[in-house]
C-alpha cells in the first residue's frame, strides 16, 4: 500500500481520540497500510486489537472508546470512572475502571481496572460508552477509595442527589461481598436520618448518639422573623440548637458573620446555639457530649 494511504489512516486518527477496531481498519484501508502505520509509531494498539494515534495513547478519552471497542456490550464503565462521566467530580480518574460479566478473561494493561462479577449489572450510556447504574457506580467507589474518602463520597452523592439512598440501600442488601459491609449499612441508616456532611456522621455515630441523645432531631426546620433555618442537632425540650462547623462552609469571614447573625435571629426566639469545630468532634468528643448534655439539664424544665 503507498505512502499516502498510510499517512491518510494516520491524520485519520489524529483528529480525534476515537479508537479504531481492526476491522475498521482493514475495511477502509488495510493490513498493509495498518502495519507500515504500526511501525511508524504514530499509530499503536491500544488495547488487543483496537488502535488510536500515539498522541492520544495516555487520553481518558481515547482510552475510554478503546475498552468500549473491546468489549462492546459486555462491560460498562464504573467506580470513579463512571463518577467523572456523570459528572459527580470534575477531574478524570488516572485508571479506567469497567465492571464485565465474570465469564470475561484477559490481560488488562496498567491503566485498566477490571471488576468481574457474576450478578447482572444495568447499562446506561454517556459520552457513548456503556456506564454502570448510579448506585452500582457509587457502591464500586465506596470499595475502591480509603475508608475515609469512601465515606465523604457518599455521602456527598447522596446529599448532591446523583444517588437515591434507597437505591443503594436496596443494591447493598443484595450483596453480601461488599467491603466494610456494615459500615456502609450504618452511614446509610445515618444518612436517611438527615446526616449530611463527614463532620455530621462522626458526630451522629461516634459522639451525640445513645439513650440521651434520643430527643435530638437532625436537620431541623426552624422559621425565624426573618429567614428559615435546618439545625444540625436539635433538642425540642429545651430549645437548644448544636451546629458543626466544618472548615468547609465556616472558615471565611462573611460564613463567620452569617453564623453570628443565625446565632442572633435563634436567640430572638429562644433557641440556643452551641458550636463545634471539625477538631471539637474529631479530637475530644466526650468534651462536646458534656457540654450539650449540660446545657441540656440546665435548659430542661422541671
Given at each position: 500500500?503507498?505512502?499516502?494511504?498510510?499517512?491518510?489512516?494516520?491524520?485519520?486518527?489524529?483528529?480525534?481520540?476515537?479508537?479504531?477496531?481492526?476491522?475498521?481498519?482493514?475495511?477502509?484501508?488495510?493490513?498493509?497500510?495498518?502495519?507500515?502505520?504500526?511501525?511508524?509509531?504514530?499509530?499503536?494498539?491500544?488495547?488487543?486489537?483496537?488502535?488510536?494515534?500515539?498522541?492520544?495513547?495516555?487520553?481518558?478519552?481515547?482510552?475510554?472508546?478503546?475498552?468500549?471497542?473491546?468489549?462492546?456490550?459486555?462491560?460498562?464503565?464504573?467506580?470513579?470512572?463512571?463518577?467523572?462521566?456523570?459528572?459527580?467530580?470534575?477531574?478524570?480518574?488516572?485508571?479506567?475502571?469497567?465492571?464485565?460479566?465474570?465469564?470475561?478473561?484477559?490481560?488488562?494493561?496498567?491503566?485498566?481496572?477490571?471488576?468481574?462479577t457474576r450478578l447482572p449489572f444495568a447499562r446506561n450510556f454517556h459520552s457513548g460508552s456503556g456506564v454502570a447504574a448510579p448506585a452500582e457506580a457509587l457502591l464500586c467507589?465506596?470499595?475502591?477509595?480509603?475508608?475515609?474518602?469512601?465515606?465523604?463520597?457518599?455521602?456527598?452523592?447522596?446529599?448532591?442527589?446523583?444517588?437515591?439512598?434507597?437505591?443503594?440501600?436496596?443494591?447493598?442488601?443484595?450483596?453480601?461481598?461488599?467491603?466494610?459491609?456494615?459500615?456502609?449499612?450504618?452511614?446509610?441508616?445515618?444518612?436517611?436520618?438527615?446526616?449530611?456532611?463527614?463532620?455530621?456522621?462522626?458526630?451522629?455515630?461516634?459522639?451525640?448518639?445513645?439513650?440521651?441523645?434520643?430527643?435530638?432531631?437532625?436537620?431541623?426546620?426552624?422559621?425565624?422573623?426573618?429567614?428559615?433555618?435546618?439545625?444540625?442537632?436539635?433538642?425540642?425540650?429545651?430549645?437548644?440548637?448544636?451546629?458543626?462547623?466544618?472548615?468547609r462552609y465556616h472558615s471565611e469571614d462573611g460564613a463567620r458573620r452569617r453564623d453570628i447573625e443565625r446565632d442572633a435571629e435563634l436567640a430572638a426566639i429562644g433557641i440556643?446555639?452551641?458550636?463545634?469545630?471539625?477538631?471539637?468532634?474529631?479530637?475530644?468528643?466526650?468534651?462536646?457530649?458534656?457540654?450539650?448534655?449540660?446545657?441540656?439539664?440546665?435548659?430542661?424544665?422541671?
Open positions: 500500500m503507498s505512502y499516502a494511504s498510510t499517512t491518510a489512516l494516520i491524520s485519520r486518527l489524529e483528529e480525534s481520540p476515537i479508537a479504531w477496531s481492526h476491522a475498521q481498519v482493514v475495511e477502509q484501508y488495510s493490513i498493509r497500510t495498518l502495519t507500515a502505520a504500526l511501525q511508524s509509531r504514530k499509530v499503536t494498539m491500544l488495547l488487543p486489537h483496537v488502535y488510536v494515534a500515539a498522541r492520544w495513547s495516555q487520553d481518558f478519552g481515547a482510552r475510554l472508546s478503546a475498552v468500549s471497542k473491546w468489549c462492546g456490550d459486555q462491560a460498562v464503565a464504573t467506580g470513579l470512572t463512571a463518577a467523572y462521566l456523570y459528572g459527580w467530580v470534575a477531574v478524570a480518574p488516572g485508571r479506567i475502571e469497567v465492571l464485565c460479566d465474570h465469564s470475561m478473561r484477559f490481560r488488562a494493561p496498567h491503566w485498566l481496572r477490571v471488576r468481574r467507589c465506596w470499595s475502591s477509595l480509603p475508608p475515609e474518602r469512601a465515606v465523604s463520597f457518599v455521602i456527598d452523592a447522596v446529599r448532591e442527589n446523583h444517588v437515591r439512598i434507597e437505591d443503594l440501600d436496596a443494591l447493598v442488601r443484595t450483596r453480601e461481598r461488599v467491603r466494610r459491609r456494615n459500615e456502609l449499612l450504618e452511614l446509610i441508616s445515618l444518612l436517611d436520618t438527615g446526616v449530611q456532611s463527614y463532620l455530621e456522621f462522626i458526630a451522629a455515630r461516634d459522639v451525640f448518639c445513645g439513650p440521651e441523645f434520643a430527643e435530638f432531631s437532625r436537620q431541623h426546620q426552624v422559621r425565624t422573623a426573618q429567614h428559615s433555618y435546618k439545625l444540625d442537632f436539635y433538642h425540642e425540650p429545651s430549645k437548644l440548637a448544636v451546629e458543626l462547623d466544618g472548615s440556643l446555639t452551641i458550636r463545634f469545630s471539625f477538631q471539637d468532634v474529631t479530637e475530644r468528643g466526650a468534651w462536646c457530649r458534656r457540654k450539650v448534655l449540660d446545657a441540656v439539664r440546665h435548659r430542661t424544665p422541671l
